[in-house]
């Protein structure tokens, strides 16, 4: 990340660049190889969460430890993704990218040949932290490589990945683990990540590095970022699963995280090469961005979470299916990318997030008359509209976060962009599991106190029940009320559902009143600059 507003040695400015400059092929070649490499590392976190009950099973492991190939993969990730733009500073973006797709390939590779959970945990850590090196990398490019005249091409491009690849996960992972077995979730990017390291190798050149800067590194702002966001992200993971400060390791993470978290800050503002470079914050539209990008980091991954939850829990579906039940969303985003593209260089990039938001709204909105009944026929509407919004916010969002920065502070504004969007859906979703636990709770009690011998309703379906058991050779009286308990919790368990989707119906409305605080975007943000739109 940049230490200066001075451009970055071998950089190239983007308002340099005339407006209709032709795409430069070996520029396209590397980019959609970058994009590739940032597909399969986005992909890999909900491609491996639809089946870990697989990998569990193959791997003899308890219910309390098959989390952590999870968890280890996102604490490692979320510490790489802002360090990013320091390396691809120091030793650039040619170095980092293909060192990243490598080291992905290969701890890819070691994951499908883990024989026990430890072995995994480690590996899929090393996973993490490695591959998340290519996801800032691609924003970064983004905005540097091409003129601004490019970015209703580019812009979509790149929302279209990182929006679709945990969206598709679950159908992807539930298909391979059905048809191969759970192996293939990593052996899938062996042959993708060697031709995006080859492609990284030879045509990535857009910057030099500058080795000089690592004598002046920050190793203790390293350690304390890591102390600070590892333990941060384990807190949210395992807080709810964990009883949240009733557990003394959430505790020890909570204050290891805010201790970290002063020594970090207090270094970023201090030292001459920080390691990360905060100041790009100090732009509005940055700062605004970066806001929305958590919130949609909230959407994103809290919807693909709650879902598959719903559709498991209550409808019994296996990952297959939950998979063809979800690939709706991924098809909304597929079809409506090229649109936002569009969009973007005739309208106001402001009225396009609120026609997102608007659309995301509707969705969870829809979804809080929720059921016990629906499956793919009710949730077909509620998920277009959920891949519309998210295209229709994504493309403005990164062109205004980003499309105002200096080039030379893009490439370290990407990580920290990027990772806005990582703990939105780490808040997210510590959120939506506490809040399902806690209302589950709270229905439940209120339904068991109208389930009372006063109610004919009630009685008359205990003493149905009973008689359906009792012809059919079975203890009745107490299957009956076995019954009615699981039919209450049910019950129980679809009210949490329809309460988070409240939740996230009013936090969309209420960020459709924040686009109000966003400036303006200026023509060249939105690429109408010159001849090439």
Partial sequence: MAGSATTTAGSVPAASMPADEPMDRRKLIAFFAMVLGMFMSILDIQIVSASLSEIQAGLSAGSDEIGWVQTSYLIAEVIMIPLSGTLARIISTRYLFAASAAGFTVASALCATATNIDQMIVYRAIQGFIGGGMIPSVFAAAFTIFPPSKRAIVSPIIGLIATLAPTIGPTVGGYLSHAFSWHWLFLVNIVPGIIVTIVAWNFI????????????????????????????????????????FNDHLIVIGAIASAVGAMVFFYRAFTVEFPVVDLTAFANRNFALGSIFSFVMGIGLYGLTYIYPVYLSRVRDYDSL???????????????????????????????????????????????TGITVDWDFYELFIPQILRGFGLMMCMVPINNIALGTLPPARIRGASGLFN??????????????????????????????????????????????????????????????????????TQQAVVMSFSDVFLILTVLFGLMVLGVAMIEKPSPQITGRSGGGH
């Fill in 419 to 488: 990772l806005t969007r990582n703990l939105g859906g780490a808040v997210g979703l510590a959120i939506i599991s506490t809040v399902l636990s806690n209302r589950q709770d709270v229905h439940y009690e209120r339904l068991r106190e109208h389930l009372d011998w006063g109610n004919p309703t009630a009685v008359d379906q205990l003493n149905s029940m009973t008689s359906n058991l009792n012809a059919a050779g079975l203890d009745g009286a107490t299957g009956a009320i076995r019954q009615m308990v699981n039919l209450v």
């Fill in 205 to 244: 050149d857009f910057d030099k590095p500058e080795l000089s800067l690592l004598k002046k590194f920050d190793w203790w702002g390293l350690f304390s970022m890591g102390v600070f966001l590892g333990a941060l992200e384990y807190v949210l993971e395992e807080g709810n699963s964990n009883d949240w």
């Fill in 321 to 367: 299916m939950i998979g063809e039940t979800m690939f709706v969303s991924g098809l909304a985003m597929f079809f409506t990318a090229p649109i936002a593209g569009k969009l973007s260089t005739i309208m106001d990039l402001r009225a396009m997030m609120v026609l997102g938001f608007v659309s995301f709204g509707a969705g969870t909105y829809i979804m």
